[in-house]
């Protein structure tokens, strides 16, 4: 059961930029840095982001994040179809002393 | 480079106690500011954090598993080891061991990296 809500999916052309939601509560995304990850089909997630916004190795500057509150958002600009996977937030949560991760969103390259 | 690698077998019985090995290379499990750790993803559908364990001795466990999982660190094999007991169909799902990073702070989390995940099916 996931504790953090995505939507579903999301679909741009390529070239052009999609944002992804994540939303908590107080307890995790509200008192805890948040990471991204993208699983490609067929494969192992894949960290893309932590500490809200710093790129892991390797991992271009078309994927920023951010953070607000209890909310979390990744944006990807100059969409490529390389990029279509599902996408999953991430966190720790203090209150049930876990980690936690959103619901998953698909994003599809039109 | 760190790699991990999942090991045990693929189909286990309703009822049975499922256990997996988690093995790494190319770093120490000792290594401070590690975590060691196991997510699962049912066919078709999210990830789920099962539990960490860091080398020192201190675990985590998810809630809803707690009272069928175990989770260990052997730090002079360098591998690290699930157990689930009582297993039902809802538990199939491709197993992933990863290392999950602490910093300083106890306030940022992130998972790097990623075993290439087990599939484990519970059927009779």
């Known amino acids: 059961q996931s504790v953090l809500t995505q939507p579903p999916s999301v679909s741009a052309a390529p070239g052009q930029k999609v944002t992804i939601s994540c939303s908590g509560t107080?307890?995790?995304?509200?008192?805890?840095?948040v990471s991204w990850y993208q699983q490609l089909p067929g494969t192992a997630p894949k960290l893309l982001l932590y500490d809200n916004n710093r790129r892991s190795s390797g991992i271009p500057d078309r994927f920023s994040g951010s953070k607000s509150g209890t909310s979390a958002t990744l944006a990807i600009t100059g969409l490529q179809t390389g990029d279509e996977a599902d996408y999953y937030c991430?966190?720790?949560?203090?209150?049930?002393?876990?980690?936690?991760f959103g619901t998953g969103t698909k994003v599809t390259v039109l | 480079q760190l790699q991990l690698q999942e090991s045990g077998p693929g189909l286990v019985k309703p009822s049975e106690t499922l256990s997996l090995t988690c093995t790494v290379s190319g770093g120490s499990i000792s290594s401070s500011s590690y975590y060691w750790g196991w997510v699962r993803q049912p066919p078709g559908k999210g990830l789920e954090w099962i539990a960490d364990?860091?080398?020192?001795?201190?675990?985590y466990y998810n809630p809803a598993l707690s009272s069928r999982v175990t989770i260990s660190v052997h730090t002079s094999k360098n591998q690290f080891t699930l157990r689930l007991s009582s297993v039902t169909a809802a538990d199939t799902a491709v197993y992933y061991c990863a290392r999950h990073v602490e910093d300083d702070s106890g306030s940022s989390h992130w998972i790097h990296p990623w075993g290439q995940g087990t599939l484990v099916t519970v059927s009779s």
């Open positions: 107080s307890s995790n995304i509200g008192s805890n840095y």
């Open positions: 991430g966190t720790w949560d203090s209150s049930l002393t876990i980690g936690v």
């Open positions: 364990a860091y080398s020192g001795g201190i675990t």
